[in-house]
Nanobody, 124 residues
């Protein structure tokens, strides 16, 4: 059974940092992009960052220079280092695996095997 499990969320003050982790099990994702998305109540899930099978990284404009996505294929792990956090970063963060080998997308519809999410709250 394929499963992604996020961890590392919590409550942090403005300007603080958190490191989210996503543990994958059930299969290897070395050929797939891995993505981080976030969602707040009443809003659609939005793209945050993705890392391609070859290590290429992609970010939404609002997190560029503050967030860093990385992966460890040997451990089947994906990480999101979040620095200089802002109140608008408050959301439930989800990781997911790209549906298609050797491709990257910003669209949630192109990802599957979603985790259960981890709450990030940035207080001002």
């Amino acid at each position: 059974q394929v499963q992604l499990v996020e961890s590392g969320g919590g409550l942090v003050q403005v300007g603080g940092s958190l490191r989210l982790s996503c543990a994958a099990s059930g299969r290897t994702f070395s050929r797939n992009a891995m993505g981080w998305f976030r969602q707040t109540p009443g809003k659609e899930r939005e793209f945050v960052a993705a890392i391609a099978w070859n290590g290429g990284t992609y970010y939404t404009d609002s997190v560029k220079g503050r967030f860093t996505i990385s992966r460890d294929n040997a451990k089947n792990m994906v990480y999101l280092q979040m620095n200089s956090l802002k109140p608008e970063d408050t959301a439930v963060y989800y990781c997911a695996a790209g549906r298609t080998d050797y491709s990257v997308s910003y669209s949630p519809g192109m990802y599957h095997n979603w985790g259960q999410g981890t709450q990030v709250t940035v207080s001002s």
